[in-house]
């Protein structure tokens, strides 16, 4: 009986399980869990430096503060003097496209152009830095990003000694059709940087003018878009999910057309440029556009680059060491998608394109949070048949890494093959753990119970029926005594709990809840409390957030930008400046008219 709410029927999967098995997922599947990142250059050998330059003390200063984890000496640069990028391990490792020249053009034997960014004709104003990135990551002092050789750096204006700036070349599947040739059309790989830890790090422009891959593209990317994805980036590292970092949002005058919902209506907006910061910037079309022409030899170099920088633990001489970089990236993927459905947060273009070999979140367009929840929540509104709802999110997952699989084949053995598939079809079951894990955490479940995946969907299930506030369903189950639950004394303040409790089966569903808590390792109430909350944000950077701070922010006025930043630093925790801005609030009546789409 525990099942007959489930009204369609499961098709087309992979596995051999038991009916109740099936059901479940299908749940996980198809419905959300349904029921359930200036000059000419003549020559582009850079000068031969490590890629990790010393730590020369003159330029930095001495911080006590060792809460980062570090050393009670803290270096951080006071100076960009001296503080390099280097390309010289990809330009050494790949053969360089050979056209010196920037025009749009179809691109062969090479992973790489050397191209310049193109600086703004109109002055440019810095409307944010992540503080964290800059100091931990870049080991700048944050009080550089005030000087003029900083703005011009992020800007695209000035390109550091030792920086030969690259316009990445890749393909992709775009909603399910291959796309040729994509690349990076407006975005510039401006060389790596290995901090004092020992971590390389990648910087790239994004909308820092045209490259070969531009397509129609004019090369830019315009304020609305910019923010987004600088505020997006860092809160989804807040939310401990992996992804790239943004260092930086300018803004200028510069004139952009965007026609926002492709409908005629084209407007002029300001153009933005973000500092994104990733281990990697390879994807899944990295391989693709190499297998479809046919560079196998290429093919192989990129795959032993990628598995030699990032995957230390695959012996890089093995004869299995394609199939084991498949099967790893099988399984980071499936754990990637699975935290973002635990946050509620849908990508909106899981293109081929967008998903890393590295599985970090990256190119962040039209996602979003969603607010109610719903299985079928599309925040792209260019994407007129649903497929990456956010109830598809796993199912397309499995698309991207079949096509990820096809890209490998000719690095692999006949019999290879068939081991790939095989780990391919595992996928479900890795993705399944993962979120069953990831929600027993949520509602505060240890140990283990057969009956945990249904008490999931059952939950799931009311929300749905009744449209609750998913981020705050969860929190508020983490914020609320046992015993005001077993009364069903629910005050207002609990209003997405308030909703929840109109459905009828919403006593039963707090009655199974209640004897599974029972069953936890025993500790008290507030402890429970406290782990929920430890893993349930309160804050999430919903699309009305992002939207009032755009439209201020169009104005000049960053206020925003920066009051949300230091809120989304901490979403795991109340604060008074959230709440008085109603970050933990319903939505207001107007966020549900909001859209957004891929034009950016």
């Given at each position: 009986?525990?099942?007959?709410?489930?009204?369609?029927t499961?098709?087309?999967?992979?596995?051999?399980?038991?009916?109740?098995?099936?059901?479940?997922l299908?749940?996980?599947w198809?419905?959300?869990?349904?029921?359930f990142?200036?000059?000419?250059?003549?020559?582009y050998?850079?000068?031969?430096?490590?890629?990790?330059?010393?730590?020369?003390?003159?330029?930095?200063?001495?911080?006590?503060d060792?809460?980062?984890?570090?050393?009670?000496?803290?270096?951080?640069?006071?100076s960009?003097?001296?503080?390099?990028?280097t390309?010289?391990?990809?330009?050494?490792?790949?053969?360089?496209d050979?056209?010196?020249?920037?025009?749009?053009?179809?691109?062969?034997?090479?992973?790489?152009?050397?191209?310049?960014?193109?600086?703004?004709?109109?002055?440019?104003?810095?409307?944010?830095?992540?503080?964290?990135?800059?100091?931990?990551?870049?080991?700048?002092?944050?009080?550089?990003?005030?000087?003029?050789?900083?703005?011009?750096?992020?800007?695209?204006?000035k390109?550091l000694?030792?920086?030969?700036?690259?316009?990445?070349?890749?393909?992709?599947?775009?909603?399910?059709v291959?796309?040729?040739?994509?690349g990076d059309?407006?975005?510039?790989?401006?060389?790596?940087?290995?901090n004092?830890?020992?971590?390389?790090?990648?910087?790239?422009?994004?909308?820092?003018?045209k490259?070969?891959?531009?397509?129609?593209?004019?090369?830019?990317a315009?304020?609305?878009?910019?923010?987004?994805?600088?505020?997006?980036?860092e809160?989804?590292?807040?939310?401990?999910i992996?992804?790239?970092?943004?260092?930086?949002?300018?803004?200028?005058?510069?004139?952009?057309?965007?026609?926002?919902?492709?409908?005629?209506n084209?407007?002029?907006?300001?153009?933005?440029?973000?500092?994104?910061?990733?281990?990697?910037?390879?994807?899944?079309?990295?391989?693709?556009?190499?297998a479809?022409?046919?560079?196998?030899?290429?093919?192989?170099?990129l795959?032993?680059?990628?598995?030699?920088?990032?995957?230390?633990?695959?012996?890089?001489?093995?004869?299995?060491?394609?199939?084991?970089?498949?099967?790893?990236?099988?399984?980071?993927?499936?754990?990637?998608?699975a935290?973002?459905?635990?946050v509620g947060?849908?990508?909106?273009?899981?293109?081929?394109?967008?998903?890393?070999?590295?599985?970090i979140?990256?190119?962040?367009?039209?996602?979003?949070?969603?607010?109610?929840?719903?299985?079928?929540?599309?925040?792209?509104?260019s994407?007129?048949?649903?497929?990456?709802?956010?109830?598809?999110?796993?199912?397309?997952?499995?698309?991207?890494l079949?096509?990820?699989?096809?890209?490998?084949?000719?690095?692999?053995?006949p019999?290879?093959?068939?081991?790939?598939?095989?780990?391919?079809?595992?996928?479900?079951?890795?993705?399944?753990?993962?979120f069953?894990?990831l929600?027993?955490?949520k509602?505060?479940?240890?140990?283990?119970?057969?009956?945990?995946?249904?008490?999931?969907?059952?939950?799931?299930?009311?929300?749905?029926?009744?449209?609750?506030?998913?981020?705050?369903?969860?929190?508020?189950?983490?914020?609320?005594?046992?015993?005001d639950?077993?009364?069903?004394?629910?005050?207002?303040?609990?209003?997405?709990?308030?909703?929840l409790?109109?459905?009828?089966?919403?006593?039963?569903?707090?009655?199974?809840?209640?004897?599974?808590?029972?069953?936890?390792?025993i500790?008290?109430?507030?402890?429970?409390?406290?782990?929920?909350?430890?893993v349930?944000?309160?804050?999430?950077?919903?699309?009305?957030?992002?939207?009032?701070?755009?439209?201020?922010?169009?104005?000049?006025?960053?206020?925003?930008?920066?009051?949300?930043?230091?809120?989304?630093?901490?979403?795991?925790?109340?604060?008074?400046?959230?709440e008085?801005?109603?970050?933990?609030?319903?939505?207001?009546p107007?966020?549900?008219?909001?859209?957004?789409s891929?034009?950016?």
């Amino acid at each position: 009986m525990r099942l007959m709410a489930v009204q369609r029927t499961l098709t087309g999967t992979i596995l051999k399980l038991d009916i109740m098995r099936i059901m479940l997922l299908w749940l996980i599947w198809e419905s959300t869990f349904g029921i359930f990142s200036r000059g000419e250059i003549t020559n582009y050998k850079a000068a031969a430096e490590p890629e990790c330059n010393s730590i020369d003390t003159n330029f930095y200063s001495i911080n006590g503060d060792d809460t980062l984890g570090y050393s009670k000496v803290n270096y951080k640069r006071s100076s960009m003097d001296g503080w390099n990028l280097t390309s010289q391990k990809l330009i050494d490792s790949f053969p360089l496209d050979s056209i010196k020249q920037n025009y749009v053009r179809q691109v062969r034997d090479c992973i790489f152009s050397a191209i310049q960014p193109t600086p703004f004709k109109s002055a440019v104003t810095l409307a944010a830095v992540s503080k964290e990135v800059v100091e931990d990551l870049l080991d700048l002092d944050v009080s550089i990003t005030k000087t003029k050789e900083f703005i011009q750096f992020v800007s695209g204006a000035k390109v550091l000694p030792g920086s030969i700036s690259l316009a990445h070349r890749y393909g992709g599947h775009q909603f399910g059709v291959w796309s040729g040739q994509l690349g990076d059309g407006r975005a510039h790989l401006l060389g790596a940087y290995v901090n004092r830890h020992g971590t390389r790090w990648e910087l790239q422009l994004k909308g820092s003018g045209k490259t070969p891959y531009s397509r129609d593209g004019d090369g830019r990317a315009v304020l609305r878009s910019s923010l987004r994805e600088f505020l997006c980036s860092e809160a989804l590292n807040y939310l401990e999910i992996p992804t790239s970092r943004a260092a930086s949002l300018v803004i200028s005058n510069d004139v952009v057309k965007r026609d926002n919902f492709y409908n005629g209506n084209v407007k002029n907006e300001k153009g933005a440029i973000v500092l994104r910061v990733a281990k990697s910037w390879f994807r899944f079309g990295s391989l693709e556009i190499l297998a479809y022409s046919g560079e196998i030899e290429l093919l192989r170099k990129l795959v032993d680059f990628v598995i030699e920088q990032h995957f230390p633990l695959i012996n890089a001489t093995g004869s299995n060491k394609y199939l084991e970089f498949f099967s790893q990236v099988v399984t980071d993927t499936s754990y990637l998608i699975a935290r973002w459905m635990s946050v509620g947060f849908a990508h909106g273009v899981c293109n081929t394109d967008n998903f890393s070999i590295i599985s970090i979140t990256i190119d962040y367009g039209p996602f979003g949070f969603m607010d109610y929840y719903d299985s079928n929540f599309v925040p792209n509104t260019s994407d007129d048949e649903g497929r990456y709802k956010i109830g598809n999110q796993a199912n397309v997952g499995r698309y991207n890494l079949d096509k990820l699989k096809k890209a490998l084949n000719p690095l692999l053995e006949p019999q290879q093959q068939l081991l790939a598939e095989q780990i391919l079809k595992g996928y479900p079951g890795l993705y399944q753990a993962k979120f069953l894990e990831l929600f027993k955490a949520k509602l505060g479940l240890s140990g283990l119970d057969d009956s945990d995946d249904y008490l999931i969907a059952f939950l799931l299930k009311l929300m749905e029926d009744t449209r609750a506030d998913f981020t705050m369903t969860f929190r508020q189950l983490s914020e609320i005594y046992k015993q005001d639950l077993e009364v069903k004394n629910i005050s207002k303040e609990y209003w997405a709990l308030q909703d929840l409790a109109k459905h009828k089966k919403f006593s039963h569903w707090i009655h199974l809840y209640l004897l599974r808590l029972k069953s936890n390792t025993i500790e008290s109430d507030d402890a429970r409390r406290i782990r929920m909350q430890s893993v349930n944000p309160r804050y999430i950077f919903r699309n009305w957030m992002a939207e009032s701070a755009i439209k201020k922010a169009e104005r000049n006025d960053f206020s925003e930008i920066h009051l949300l930043q230091k809120i989304l630093r901490r979403p795991f925790t109340k604060q008074a400046e959230a709440e008085e801005a109603g970050y933990s609030s319903r939505p207001p009546p107007w966020a549900k008219d909001l859209r957004v789409s891929c034009s950016s």
